[in-house]
Nanobody, 122 residues
Framework: QVQLVESGGGLVQAGGSLRLSCIIR????????MAWYRQAPGKQRELVAS???????KYAGSVKGRFTISRDNAKNTVDLQMNSLKPEDTAVYYC????????????????WGQGTQVTVSS
């Protein structure tokens, strides 16, 4: 069974930094795509940053230049470094994985973490 376990959320003042980490627990064949999403109260879940198996990254316009996504293949982790945080970054942040579980799989599988709260005070 595959689980994504996030850590690193918390309360920070505007202008501060936090680093979120997501570790993949369980056996998978290949990581195809990983991402961080967030959901603020009363809003839809939105894509914050993503990274492909080839380490191509993409960012939402609202976080570009402030957030950095990275992965460590050896440790099966993906991190999100968040700098210059703003109150509007307040949300629950979710780690997302798209993968092949076994080498003979045809369909990709999706997994979500449980979420970690990030609160930015003004």
């Amino acid at each position: 069974q595959v689980q994504l376990v996030e850590s690193g959320g918390g309360l920070v003042q505007a202008g501060g930094s936090l680093r979120l980490s997501c570790i993949i627990r369980g056996s998978i064949f290949s990581i195809n795509w990983m991402a961080w999403y967030r959901q603020a109260p009363g809003k839809q879940r939105e894509l914050v940053a993503s990274i492909t198996s080839g380490d191509t990254t993409k960012y939402a316009g609202s976080v570009k230049g402030r957030f950095t996504i990275s992965r460590d293949n050896a440790k099966n982790t993906v991190d999100l470094q968040m700098n210059s945080l703003k109150p509007e970054d307040t949300a629950v942040y979710y780690c997302y994985l798209r993968c092949f579980l076994r080498d003979y799989d045809v369909n990709e599988l999706d997994y979500w973490g449980q979420g970690t709260q990030v609160t930015v005070s003004s």
